[in-house]
């Protein structure tokens, strides 16, 4: 019984929390970007960055953003919130949030 109680402490004391974001679908769409955003921690403070992407323009054809992954690389309890466009349009902002003194390192997916 304490040896139970023992790892039931260790396995909720190593519990990592990370915010992937998926919104929209990926079944079937068209890779429009791929890419990675990387920056260092603050000391004692939480780091907010910006990420803008624009699906680029094609005469006579209009595409739209139909699905966003923002994957965490560091697993921790970062968070991705869209702030302008998205899903239905041909641009998105997103606004990216580490919590305290940890890095950034998104690796970002949009699909048409």
């Known amino acids: 019984m304490k040896a ?5 402490l260790l396995v ?5 929390n990370c915010d992937h974001t998926f919104m929209g679908t990926s079944v079937m769409r068209p890779l429009l970007y791929h ?3 990387k920056f260092p921690s603050r000391v004692f403070q939480k780091r907010i960055e910006f990420f803008n992407y624009t699906v680029p323009a094609v005469p006579g054809y209009t595409r739209t953003i139909q699905g966003i992954l923002a994957y965490d690389k560091t697993h921790s309890g970062a968070s991705v ?3 302008r466009g998205g899903l239905g349009y041909n641009f998105v902002n997103l ?7 940890k890095e950034l390192d998104y690796e970002f997916y949009i699909y048409a």
């Not at 139970?4 to 039931?8: E, I, Q, R, T």
């Not at 606004?95 to 003194?101: E, G, L, N, Q, V």
């Open 12 to 16: 909720s004391v190593f519990f990592v």
């Open 81 to 83: 919130n869209v702030t």
């Open 95 to 101: 606004r990216m949030k580490s919590d305290r003194a």
């Open 35 to 37: 890419g990675e955003a």
């Open 4 to 8: 139970y109680s023992l790892v039931l």
